[in-house]
């Protein structure tokens, strides 16, 4: 059980746009810890895609967008192209836990 | 670029250790950078073992801090890890990442990763 809530699976269509959403409580992202996203291509190693909630690495299209209210955060992906179908996982950091904690990871299918 | 790359046996036995190390490239393992281990179960998410500063002081997850150590060797730029008491639960791929601070930072860089099979 991940302390982070995200669904287990999302999917669209080419060209449509999907978001991701990533739960959490008063000790990690609703105590205003950042939230950070990665990409996860089959059968590699995670990848940053945003990061302190909603900026981007350099070369991140901008196709990808962050935001977070409250104690949750979501990932936004528009203009669904098939390279984007991978899994997704947010982080974030919980202070009663005093652990760096993920969510589940969401896999993202394109239609 | 840092670069990072595990290495280790993929074999371990139920109730032994596991032990990986982490050669870093391109940057110097004491010039400041935080050093720490994620593993991902197969076909779960990903889970923090632990960070560590080169120059010792380290940072582990409460439920796995019993049975981790870490360690960091500067002569030959490269960390480790060791979870001793394993059982088919740790079967997992383990990632060494490079962090700029330990807690609520990203990670910006990631190991390729190494599958680590507890089976006797």
């Known amino acids: 059980q991940s302390v982070l809530t995200q669904p287990p699976s999302v999917s669209g269509a080419p060209g449509q746009r999907v978001t991701i959403s990533c739960t959490g409580s008063s000790s990690n992202i609703g105590a205003g810890y950042d939230v950070h996203w990665y990409q996860q291509l089959p059968r590699t190693a995670p990848k940053l895609l945003i990061y302190g909630n909603s900026d981007r690495p350099s070369g991140v299209p901008d196709r990808f967008s962050g935001s977070k209210s409250g104690t949750s955060a979501s990932l936004a992906i528009t203009g669904l192209q098939a390279e984007d179908e991978a899994d997704y996982h947010c982080?974030?950091?919980?202070?009663?836990?005093?652990?760096?904690?993920f969510g589940g990871g969401t896999k993202l299918t394109v239609l | 670029q840092v670069r990072l790359q595990e290495s280790g046996p993929g074999l371990v036995k139920p109730s032994e250790t596991l032990s990986l190390t982490c050669t870093v490239s391109g940057y110097s393992i004491s010039s400041g950078y935080y050093w720490g281990w994620i593993r991902q179960p197969p076909g779960k998410g990903l889970e923090w073992i632990g960070t560590?500063?080169?120059?010792?002081?380290?940072y582990y997850n409460p439920s796995l801090k019993s049975r981790v150590t870490m360690s960091v060797v500067t002569s030959k730029n490269q960390f480790s890890l060791n979870l001793n008491s394993v059982t088919a639960a740790d079967t997992a791929i383990y990632y060494c990442?490079?962090?700029?601070?330990?807690?609520?930072?990203?990670?910006?860089?990631w190991g390729q990763g190494t599958l680590v099979t507890v089976s006797s």
């Open positions: 560590m500063y080169h120059s010792g002081s380290t």
């Open positions: 990442v490079g962090t700029e601070e330990v807690g609520a930072t990203p990670i910006d860089n």
């Open positions: 982080q974030s950091y919980d202070s009663s836990l005093s652990v760096v904690v």
